[in-house]
């Protein structure tokens, strides 16, 4: 039940694209992605409903394929503020109240 | 910036004693969680609230309870801390809206000795 994210951890110098892909084996309401920075809070990011929409919030979108239950983080052009570990959550139809994390992805941007 | 806050952020106990974490909210949202966040677990739901008295459990409940008095606090307790328990805890609130974002507090890291 719990949605797989790959890659598990991924380097990037500064201004290189990375993508983080969550998939789940159940059907999906909704995804979330956070991002965590080491010793604080996860903090939000983006939420994809299903209907395979787009959003997109400075240099980082995402997508979400209703078919294969999956959705794709997009950093473009990475920023050392990216560095971080980012988290989906997913919201499984017929339960909206709470979400199933992933294990989450270790991003480090260096210059 | 949501508005919750956690307390304490940091507390040490010893093996059998009970511990209460409080989470409270200003923003009047409906849904309050508890999660625990260990190393290669990622966040793990203990206990989540739909309302006031409303509770059900998450994944991993066992050794923990909750309260939910008033809308605005979320209490969680240990009734008999274990140094498995050592963890960090975050409080999370969502809104009524089936599309609305988790906010998070700072989270109360909690040792068991």
């Known amino acids: 039940q719990q949605p797989v994210q790959s890659p598990q951890a991924v380097i990037l110098r500064e201004g290189e694209d990375a993508v983080i892909n969550c998939s789940s084996s159940?059907?999906?309401?909704?995804v979330h992605w956070y991002r965590q920075k080491h010793g604080e809070a996860p903090v939000f990011l983006m939420i994809l409903l299903k209907g395979g929409e787009q959003k997109g919030h400075d240099k980082i979108s995402a997508s979400f394929n209703e078919k294969k239950q999956q959705s794709s983080l997009y950093l473009t052009a990475s920023q050392l503020s990216y560095s971080g570990t980012y988290f989906c959550?997913?919201?499984?139809?017929?339960?909206?109240?709470?979400?199933?994390w992933g294990l989450g992805t270790s991003l480090a941007v260096n210059p | 910036d949501a508005g919750i806050t956690q307390s304490p952020r940091h507390k040490v106990t010893e093996t059998g004693t009970p511990v209460t974490l409080r989470c409270h909210q200003t923003e009047n949202h409906r849904y309050m969680y508890w999660y625990r966040q260990d190393p290669g677990h990622g966040l793990r739901l203990i206990h989540y609230s739909y309302g006031v008295k409303d509770t059900d459990k998450g994944e991993v409940s066992d050794g923990y309870s909750v309260s939910r008095s008033k809308t605005e606090d979320f209490l969680l307790t240990l009734e008999s801390a274990t140094s498995s328990q050592t963890s960090v805890y975050f409080c999370a609130i969502r809104d009524s809206l089936f599309n609305s974002p988790l906010h998070f507090g700072n989270g109360t890291r909690l040792t068991v000795t």
């Open positions: 959550g997913t919201v499984n139809a017929g339960n909206n109240r709470k979400l199933i």
């Open positions: 159940k059907a999906l309401y909704s």
